[in-house]
């Protein structure tokens, strides 16, 4: 603390809380996948602990947020068996050094925790660069946004929460979060380029950043060769240098190009020291990045790296209603659930039948069915499927356990019964677009949190039991074939 005359937290405290945390540390660890623990737990540091209160330094507000959103019963928990039942967490907001463009230091109280004014543990350090012309002859911008991808038109789900969210701080607060460089990686047509576009046509809307730039990897090169071609190096590295938030799409094409790669290593550089945002997509983690410099890669795990999976069936359905809503079409629910139902793995293609469903139907006039939709998913996908109800999910479950259908509806609580049942629940949720509610009602009139308990309850013994796993595939497997 050299800039405050009297220390911050007595040295005991400190070593206390060091202490303490590491204890709860080691408990986390044990209960979470290894990069959660990374990205979420080891970034705290214990900074105080005094009247059975710990207090503990997060880089940003969102961090807090993450945590006590999904952390927050391990965190509590965690801290009763380490300290004690009534022990108090106190998180301070404190941005890292590396990253400082705010200098504001906040407390945040979670629920009934108590919060302590601290301050700064130490002063951001800006580095100026001499290679950057002066902001009156900067070159102007081109951003190559398209207005299109937007938060607000991108369909939150399972599939992509801690991307879109990571996407949204950074748009509040670019260069301003511990997400710098922000990498965002996922298969072909799951929302990259849609969400990191977000963050540029958010950050300039909301005057979050001046200077926002989006640019393909290829561009990128295209623009470094033509620079070494006519001479106009300097102009090149002022021009990407001078962003507020340089946003490049799909990294891997920077593969084995070594003179491109030197080139935004030290575009990198500039605009990570001076607190510039950067962020990236590429279609694998940057540690599985073939081609690209060590060092490169490396810098590229300084921040934040979000993974985009495949939709699942509810996100797909909502992506398409929203897609028909957008376009003012009025789409016929069964066939977005059929349609959503045959189309998984690609919201590129999921938009493009919905597309042609709507050309179809206005060139050969015809009203827009499940019949239409089966003719226009036959081009895309080799076995359509029909939609899928729980009615017919409980008859072949009963039938595979050589059961009655109506017991499965029933109030008994006999094992091999709820064991059934337990099954229907689960393939129901997995393979229909009912709510926890809607399902709860087919099963006698159950209750959401019976669902919950029973999809949690085969999700679990599935964890465990190869055979089990076995039944519920060849469960599965005669469904599929119902409707095909
Ligand atoms: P990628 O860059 O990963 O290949 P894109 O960002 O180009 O994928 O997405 C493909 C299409 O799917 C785009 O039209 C995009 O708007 C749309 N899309 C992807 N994810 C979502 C989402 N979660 N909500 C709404 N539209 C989405
Ligand atoms: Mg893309």
């Known amino acids: 603390?050299?800039?405050?005359?009297?220390?911050?937290?007595?040295?005991?405290?400190?070593?206390?809380?060091?202490?303490?945390?590491?204890?709860?540390?080691?408990?986390?660890?044990?209960?979470?996948?290894?990069?959660?623990?990374?990205?979420?737990?080891?970034?705290?540091?214990?900074?105080?602990?005094?009247?059975?209160?710990?207090?503990?330094?997060?880089?940003?507000?969102?961090?807090?947020?993450?945590?006590?959103?999904?952390?927050?019963?391990?965190?509590?928990?965690?801290?009763?068996?380490?300290?004690?039942?009534?022990?108090?967490?106190?998180?301070?907001?404190?941005?890292?050094?590396?990253?400082?463009?705010?200098?504001?230091?906040?407390?945040?109280?979670?629920?009934?925790?108590?919060?302590?004014?601290?301050?700064?543990?130490?002063?951001?350090?800006?580095?100026?660069?001499?290679?950057?012309?002066?902001?009156?002859?900067?070159?102007?911008?081109?951003?190559?946004?398209?207005?299109?991808?937007?938060?607000?038109?991108?369909?939150?789900?399972?599939?992509?929460?801690?991307?879109?969210?990571?996407?949204?701080?950074?748009?509040?607060?670019?260069?301003?979060?511990?997400?710098?460089?922000?990498?965002?990686?996922?298969?072909?047509?799951?929302?990259?380029?849609?969400?990191?576009?977000?963050?540029?046509?958010?950050?300039?809307?909301?005057?979050?950043?001046?200077?926002?730039?989006?640019?393909?990897?290829?561009?990128?090169?295209?623009?470094?060769?033509?620079?070494?071609?006519?001479?106009?190096?300097?102009?090149?590295?002022?021009?990407?240098?001078?962003?507020?938030?340089?946003?490049?799409?799909?990294?891997?094409?920077?593969?084995?190009?070594?003179?491109?790669?030197?080139?935004?290593?030290?575009?990198?550089?500039?605009?990570?020291?001076?607190?510039?945002?950067?962020?990236?997509?590429?279609?694998?983690?940057?540690k599985e990045l073939r081609g690209l410099d060590e060092r490169l890669i490396s810098r590229f795990q300084w921040g934040l790296t979000a993974d985009i999976q495949p939709p699942d069936l509810e996100t797909r359905t909502a992506i398409l209603r929203k897609k028909s809503e957008d376009d003012r079409i009025d789409v016929p629910q069964e066939v977005l659930d059929f349609i959503a139902a045959n189309v998984t793995s690609n919201i590129r293609e999921l938009e493009g039948c919905l597309i042609s469903l709507l050309a179809k139907a206005s060139l050969e006039n015809r009203e827009i069915n499940i019949d239409l939709a089966r003719d226009v998913l036959r081009l895309v996908v080799s076995d359509v499927r029909s939609p899928i109800n729980v009615e017919e999910i409980q008859r072949i479950v009963a039938e595979f356990f050589d059961l009655p259908a109506d017991l499965l509806r029933a109030k008994t609580r006999k094992q091999e019964i709820v064991n059934a049942r337990q099954i229907a629940m689960y393939i129901a949720k997995e393979m229909t677009n009912c709510s926890l509610k809607t399902i709860g009602l087919h099963f006698g009139g159950r209750d959401h949190s019976t669902v919950i308990h029973a999809y949690q309850s085969v999700e679990d013994q599935l964890k465990l039991d190869s055979k089990y796993r076995d039944t519920l595939q060849s469960i599965k497997r005669k469904i599929e074939n119902a409707i095909r």
């Open 1 to 286: 603390m050299e800039n405050s005359t009297e220390p911050l937290v007595s040295s005991v405290a400190s070593k206390d809380a060091e202490r303490l945390w590491l204890e709860c540390l080691a408990l986390i660890q044990q209960q979470i996948a290894s990069q959660s623990y990374k990205t979420w737990f080891e970034p705290i540091k214990a900074i105080n602990f005094e009247s059975n209160e710990l207090s503990v330094q997060v880089p940003s507000q969102f961090f807090y947020e993450w945590l006590e959103e999904h952390y927050y019963v391990l965190i509590k928990n965690t801290l009763a068996r380490v300290v004690g039942g009534d022990a108090r967490l106190t998180y301070v907001v404190i941005p890292p050094v590396e990253d400082g463009v705010s200098d504001t230091i906040s407390s945040v109280q979670p629920l009934s925790i108590h919060a302590q004014a601290v301050e700064p543990l130490s002063n951001k350090s800006f580095v100026a660069s001499p290679s950057i012309p002066k902001a009156d002859n900067l070159q102007p911008v081109k951003t190559y946004l398209n207005p299109r991808y937007t938060f607000n038109n991108f369909i939150k789900g399972d599939s992509n929460q801690l991307a879109r969210a990571a996407a949204l701080a950074v748009g509040n607060n670019p260069g301003g979060t511990s997400f710098n460089p922000l990498v965002l990686y996922g298969g072909t047509g799951l929302g990259k380029t849609h969400l990191i576009q977000a963050i540029g046509n958010y950050a300039l809307e909301n005057g979050k950043a001046k200077r926002v730039c989006y640019v393909s990897s290829e561009k990128f090169t295209i623009d470094f060769v033509d620079a070494i071609g006519a001479d106009t190096m300097r102009d090149f590295s002022n021009y990407y240098r001078s962003m507020d938030l340089l946003i490049v799409d799909d990294i891997q094409f920077f593969s084995g190009k070594e003179k491109t790669q030197d080139s935004f290593f030290h575009t990198f550089n500039t605009l990570h020291q001076e607190g510039k945002q950067i962020v990236l997509s590429s279609d694998k983690p940057p």
